[in-house]
């Protein structure tokens, strides 16, 4: 017992979560088994950007993550989880620009190179902050394989597939119309844009007719726009304006001519069946601009102020030139009405700035053929969501998928591969860092704009393996089997990931999506710095250990569902790991060193003994199931009902007796189980909370133990003896207990006073269960002595009942109290009530006190006289029944 002394008291995480993250990391336990012979399983971590610092989001993410991975490794598999991080073009050049901005430093002063230079040793600085923090809750990754969506290798996959993309005609560059930032100043994709409900406003417009026979009345929620207008539309099938179709207007403050057009687009039951059109500001006057070859006319600068074609307002903010239009349009006679209206306006998933649309020459990657095999992929099952509800979203963005822009107007990021002849115009896309002109023989030059981050992104699954080359990884880990992720990224990110994996490996990427929820807060709002609601994860860490952090994140979680982070659940996460803890070291404490599990005769097995055991072959057998199924929180549950109540409230009570008497024939195996079953038991909690299991698993004697619990075999409930009758035996009696132990706390009886039991069960059997079972009683429900009956004759009308599943149990009342001493106290409360009721009836009769007083006080007088009645009532009826 030696050993004892070596274990400290309390689980301290704080020393003991790094110590072991070094020990297995150095161990090499987060490699992929060299052994080819076994199944491969492999993940890829969603690529945090460089720019993060951990949060619950992140946490969530990869708690889920290494769960898996660690399940899988226990279960046999050669495990291959690759970590990496984002370059984040956006968030990254943002963030350097700002810095370079606080020493009175502008990109375009340094240019492209020098700018690099800043952007890659500030990556070099801080890009592996978040890798440290990830270590800290417990990520098992093979950090060998570690990648970078902008490091060699990714790089060389980045250009394979643009130029390849660009032979088949599916990339090309164009003037299209495309979502602007004018805070970030780059185009964005239509997966980046999110909506937000805005309070705007329908300014009811009249356009004069250039024959002065009249006007159109149209509305819009964009004045400022106006000033690009380069038609009206109308529905051919619209009889009101089939007369003025091809007619002239005069636009208002600008003076410019403009044709009123016939296209299906306009809804005739909408507004007045007007509408202007501004191809160059909105995506669907572009297309209607495209169909009538209207002019694109341009009325915005780069960061969304009026061009100086329109001196009165060059200069002004979009939304200060509204205010100057509106005010114009009104002294001009042009404004008819304003409405209220609220939109839906899309905003930049980054910094939140309201997009303009605008016609910009950039590059496309054609979608729907992509995206076709991606489709199907899900449609047949090839790729499944978990939950399968989140395949609407998948379908609802592929089935209506439109052309890509990846141009990004930036310097941080993937330089586009296309090279441009300033002498002769050729274009020339190859994956070598320079170009000639194929044409004139001059160096040509690289176009300076960047792809979109979500490019390489969509590459994860194969670049990280070392496509294009054909590599050993590559054949073995591809396809990955489970992406991890939330459901905020289906279209960022899953949707492009499939389609590349089918475009380029003609193989899907994974071939399931666990999709979980968002983290909020205890109130269940979203997390944010402006609510200054949100949770730092390291801050729990630090303070509890990342255990109790990952129980927390686990516990009530589904997949799918966003979840509220209650901190109740650390505090629950600490006591159950002290309980566990405190279970070991009792364990431990009462086993000699030289145990000699080799002399542990099954035969000699007691009833408790049996019941535990059924217990946790029932555990393993679901808990197992439900790790497949990713329905975690399930699993934890389980795990910690069992470990709580069956294992330590129950199991550990009744060994005790067997523990203490040395010359107990069954002593050896009471030692063996208690070891046996909380090493099984720590076994299935080890994906959920490593860092205390390794250390318990490590202390506990046990036979074939691992050198770690990491690398350890899952459970096999086969393995585990099963004893369906001996489980019923135990429960009957286990019902029993929790009925008297009841009771008895019910009357404040002292767990000294010990009580005669008649047990009243037409079942012989169950009979003989408590003849049987006697030894439990005594110890647990403070019994003295038992008698069995078929029936309720004999048995004294003072006599207190337990009731339980399988029968009813009595306890003569003189056993559990001193009936004079009772009787006394109960006279003295019901004297105490008397005067009590005697108070509220004369309240409640003085009409001053009715007439006056509030409704509210009044009907609190009536609850006590109610509740002061229904006390009274039960203690007389008490007083008579000890009375007999």
Known sequence: MARIDSISKTFDPNEAEPRLYNEWSSKGYFKPDPDTSKDAFSIVMPPPNITGQLHMGHALDNTLQDILVRYKRMKGFSTLWVPGTDHASIATEAKIVEAMRKEGIFKEDIGREKFLERAWAWKEQYGGRIVEQLKKIGSSCDWSHERFTMDEGCSEAVKEVFVKYYNQGLIYRGERIINWCPHCLTSISNAEVE???QAGHFWHLRYPLEDGSGYVELATTRPETLLGDTAVAVNPKDERYKDIIGKMLILPLVGRKIPVVADDYVDIEFGTGVVKITPAHDPNDFEVGQRHNLEVINVMTDDAKITEDYPKYAGMDRFEARKAIVKDLEEGGYLIKVED???????????????EPRVSLQWFVKMEELAKPAIEAVKTGKTRFVP?????????????????????????GHQIP???????GEIVVTKDDEAVCPKCGKKMRQDPDTLDTWFSSALWPFSTLGWPEQTEDLKRFYPTDTLVTGYDIITFWVSRMMVAGCAHMNE?????????????????????KSLGNGIDPLEIIEQSGADALRFALVTGNAPGNDQRFMPDKIEMGRNFANKIWNAMRFVIMNCEDDIDLSKVDESKFTLEDKWILTGLNRLVEEATVNYENYDYGVALSKIVDFVWESYCDWYIEIAKSRLFDKECPSRLEAQYLLNYVLGVSMQLLHPFMPFLTEEVYSNLILKDSKESIMISDWPKAEDIGKYPEDEKMMTTLMGAIRSIRNIRSEMNVAPSRKAH????????????????????????????SLDTQGNKEGIPATAVAALFAGGEAYMPLDDLIDISKELERLSKEKDRLEGELKRVAGKLANEAFVSKAPEKVINAEKEKQSKYQEMYDNITDRIKMLSV
């Open 195 to 197: 909506y937000e409900d």
């Open 757 to 784: 039991v008649i047990f009243v069960t037409p079942d012989e059997s169950i009979a003989k269960i408590f003849k049987d079972g006697l030894p439990f009683l005594e110890r647990l429900a403070s019994v003295s």
């Open 341 to 355: 209206h609220d939109h839906n306006v899309g905003t930049c998933y980054r910094c939140g700035t309201t997009i």
């Open 388 to 412: 399968q509800r989140f395949e609407k979203n998948y379908f609802n963005w592929m089935e209506d998928i439109r052309d890509w822009c990846i141009s990004r107007q930036l310097w941080w």
């Open 418 to 424: 296309a090279f441009y002849c300033d002498d002769c």
């Open 508 to 528: 899907i990427p994974f071939k399931d999506v666990l999709i979980h929820g968002l983290v909020r807060d205890s109130q269940g709002r979203k997390m944010s």
